[in-house]
């Protein structure tokens, strides 16, 4: 249980970083560092659906695919959500080729739908109604 404590908090970290970059009017150096801002912040929340999935459901998995997939068999994610966190997954794998103008751009222009889903998923895993 501890594990997905310091998971939760370090996700929660992680995304507030992200988040705070929605309302900073966008040039070249906001784009990146919106994408280096979204690649942790996925990083930290598949990692602690990882360990939620773990510690409260029993099941064990070792990347992102399998966790996103596990967390929408567990109702930690809809149909809709999963099929753009398995979309996010794409783009993140891919953050590490930004220097590629036109894929920076693409990433950048996802990631305000990507940080929603990021929002909503983690405050599914920590437990946080959407109407709280």
Known sequence: MANVV???ASAQRALATLEALAAIPSDAIVRDATIQRFEYSFEAIWKAAQAVLL???????ASPKPVIRGCFENDLLNEAES???????DHWNLTSHTYNEALACE???AIPAYRALLRDWLDRLSGVSPED
């Open 6 to 8: 310091q998971r939760l």
């Open 55 to 61: 510690d409260r459901y029993g099941v064990e998995l």
């Open 83 to 89: 099929r753009l966190a398995l979309a996010m997954v």
């Open 107 to 109: 990433i950048a222009a």
